[in-house]
């Protein structure tokens, strides 16, 4: 994974590019009952965290993946009451979601305590404090299983959990076992956003698997996809819901309701950005039609990415 002051991506697809990132400072490096946990420094993209030797976010650019993910979801929920976060251990997606003047509580759940641990410590970047909202509640254990067991329903659900490697808990939060729990957890009107996974044109299987696998359990299913220059690539989310989304999702409902909602001072986000994430390109909407491209994700068949 480093190499002489770099730290080396090979997380492409068939392994057939790579990234080098160039270090200035390792600030902490640890393996925790889940996964290898890397922060350091780098030249161009300040402080960065990688996990199992993929890049995860950046200080140049994490805003761009945070507000992709977040912001479409809580807008397009009819009410932005009651998040809640599968993952999210940097705290960013906490901050954002915090933003809606809406949104009264938040409950997050990363099974990962050594991931939060470090993130309080080294990124406060990215969560400016919102572990401390006296909104948000956090729990460290199986966002599956709390899911499951728990008899709270939300408006809103973001999922921004790490990669789904072989033998990662994180394999068993992209079926659609799973899905069916997380739609049942949701007030009418909710809506669910993920991250998933590479939206790049060498490297859109699994994308196209996820989006297939949600539109199997919700009416209305969304792709979208975002450049992120830390990554190298295009990255792809899917929004999901059983309710129409057309209406706020137009570019005159965005600016209102994020104006509504005093969001109007994001850095990325706001109605042309919206448009230009959900026109996607020819090839990948051929992609998610094609029957041959991607795979029905379930308990049985993992989505195991490497």
């Known amino acids: 994974m480093q190499s002489h002051h770099w730290v080396i991506d090979f997380h492409f697809h068939n392994n057939s590019r790579a990234i080098m990132y160039r270090v200035q400072n390792a600030v902490a490096h ?42 479409p979801a809580l807008i397009a929920s009819r009410n932005a009451q009651k998040v809640f976060v ?6 960013a997606v906490l901050r954002e979601a915090l933003k809606h003047n809406t949104v009264e509580q938040v409950i997050m759940v990363d099974i990962d305590k050594a ?50 490697l072989s033998g990662s808990p994180a394999a068993l939060l992209f079926t659609q076992e ?5 739609k049942s957890r949701l007030k009418p009107g909710g809506t669910f956003a993920t991250q998933a996974e590479p939206a790049d044109i060498c490297d859109y299987s699994a994308h196209t698997s996820i989006v297939k ?3 199997g359990c919700f009416d209305f299913v969304y792709s979208y996809q975002v450049g992120i220059p830390f990554y190298g690539s295009t990255w792809g989310f899917v929004l999901a819901s059983d309710s129409p ?16 909602r005093d969001c109007s001072r994001l850095r990325f986000y706001d109605a042309e950005s919206h448009l230009h994430m959900f026109s996607l390109p020819k090839y990948l909407r051929d992609a998610i039609k094609d029957p041959d491209v991607g795979a029905i994700i379930s308990d049985n068949q993992l989505l195991v990415v490497e």
Do not use: K
């Open 30 to 71: 640890t393996s925790s009952d889940y996964q290898e946990i890397l922060i350091v420094d780098l030249v161009d993209f300040g402080r960065a965290l990688f996990l199992d030797g993929s890049p995860q976010s950046s200080a140049m650019d994490e805003y761009i993946y945070h507000e992709a993910l977040v912001h």
């Open 86 to 91: 599968a993952g999210g251990g940097e705290g």
């Open 115 to 164: 991931m939060i641990d470090l993130a309080r410590q080294h990124l406060s970047l990215w969560h400016q404090g919102a572990f401390d909202d006296p909104r948000v509640q956090v729990l460290c254990q199986d966002a599956r299983e709390y899911l499951t067991h728990c008899q709270e329903s939300f408006d809103c659900i973001l999922m921004d959990v790490a990669d789904p």
């Open 178 to 182: 799973f899905f069916g729990i997380v």
């Open 213 to 215: 696998t949600l539109r």
């Open 245 to 260: 989304l057309n209406q706020r999702l137009n570019p005159e409902g965005i600016n209102r309701i994020l104006a509504e």
